[in-house]
T-cell receptor
């Protein structure tokens, strides 16, 4: 089944802990993105990667880190330095040619 | 700085009605504009992508138009159904971005009543 798989769907974290959200794709797309969605604020770009072994900060990268060791995978780590990590996190890929963005089902992180 | 606005924030219509959702953007220098649907607690589903050289795109009961010069796009939904209830988001890709980054509006939440 082709697409983007995000896991876990729900995650609870205590303050001071790092957590890693998984994003895997089998669409063979080069570019991948992490967005954060908060009520009333729309989607904001955290990090993006246009190719394996390369990634760039987006608009709100502070307190987050990523890696891109494989084309299929773009995990996001939410570190303890992120002051307000409770949010819905969305991973996306960009199709070649048209530049259309495709999204995963999201991961909801709650800090207790 | 590119800003995307969607008005109204919420809309409720009876089943069967034709409706229009609005999206406006402040800078006409865009590669494309994309409309998405989001169900509660779910990811975004791409509905239509309009390239900057195009005026409209159609898919089934959906028709999206683009007027770059006025900074506007509309999503027309024909013969609305309760299953169309969701939040609809529009997003633009600025020409200043070679990364594929999108700028999103805050969405219009649609409720179609049976």
């Amino acid at each position: 089944d082709g697409g983007i798989t995000q896991s876990p769907k729900y995650l609870f974290r205590k303050e001071g802990q790092n957590v890693t959200l998984s994003c895997e794709q089998n669409l063979n797309h080069d570019a991948m993105y992490w967005y954060r969605q908060d009520p009333g604020q729309g989607l904001r770009l955290i990090y993006y990667s246009q190719i394996v072994n390369d990634f760039q900060k987006g608009d709100i990268a502070e307190g987050y880190s990523v890696s891109r060791e494989k084309k299929e995978s773009f995990p996001l780590t939410v570190t303890s330095a992120q002051k307000n990590p409770t949010a819905f996190y969305l991973c996306a890929t960009k199709g070649e040619g048209t530049g259309e963005l495709f999204f995963g089902e999201g991961s909801r992180l709650t800090v207790l | 700085k590119q800003e995307v606005t969607q008005i109204p924030a919420a809309l409720s219509v009876p089943e069967g009605e034709n409706l229009v959702l609005n999206c406006s953007f402040t800078d006409s220098a865009i590669y494309n504009l994309q409309w998405f649907r989001q169900d509660p607690g779910k990811g975004l589903t791409s509905l239509l992508l309009i390239q900057s050289s195009q005026r409209e795109q159609t898919s089934g009961r959906l028709n999206a138009s683009l007027d770059k010069s006025s900074g506007r796009s509309t999503l027309y939904i024909a013969a609305s159904q309760p299953g169309d209830s969701a939040t609809y988001l529009c997003a633009v890709r600025p020409t200043s971005s070679n990364t594929g980054k999108l700028i999103f509006g805050q969405g219009t939440t649609l409720q179609v009543k049976p």
